[in-house]
């Protein structure tokens, strides 16, 4: 990070949500899902003019050592796994006490969303989704990495199937 990295605001009061917030490089967009640690953003990264999906630990949690050093190490072992099958870790950073990890944007829905729409998958798709899933695990598993969330809101499925 450079020294010239900040946060800026619409307002002065710090809000749960930091949509048009500018954090660092990135541009908060929107909300698109959050979790036990942290809230996930649609974000643009100025620099290279791309959207990226800008994961922000909880504020509450920001102030406890070991939760910063667990988000901090999802991002170092995330980083470590180049898969097709496997989102891209960019950049982990902390700006004014705002933790982030940015990360690739997958455009489409996550697995639950889908089967609460469609229904459950004809036997060839749910085949496919497994197969994938399976092989990112398996790069997982080779590197010494055990995924301890494994579930449907966490396997994205592109908007191209």
Do not use: C, W
């Amino acid at each position: 990070m450079s020294d010239t990295a900040h946060i800026s605001s619409p307002g002065s009061a710090l809000d749960p949500d930091l949509s048009g917030r500018t954090i660092g490089d990135y541009r908060v967009l929107r909300r698109i899902g959050h979790g036990a640690m942290a809230q996930v953003y649609l974000a643009e990264q100025l620099s290279l003019s791309r959207q990226v999906a800008l994961k922000v630990l909880k504020q509450e949690l920001a102030s406890d050592a070991s939760y910063v050093k667990r988000f901090q190490n999802e991002a170092r072992s995330a980083a470590a796994l180049v898969h097709a099958n496997i989102v891209q870790i960019y950049e982990v950073g902390q700006l004014e006490g705002v933790h982030f990890i940015a990360q690739e944007f997958v455009s489409g829905q996550n697995l639950r969303q889908l089967l609460n729409r469609h229904g459950p998958f004809d036997a060839s798709l749910a085949v496919t989704v497994m197969r994938q899933v399976s092989a990112a695990l398996h790069k997982a598993a080779r590197k010494g990495i055990v995924h301890r969330d494994i579930k449907p809101e966490n396997i994205m499925i592109t908007s191209a199937g």
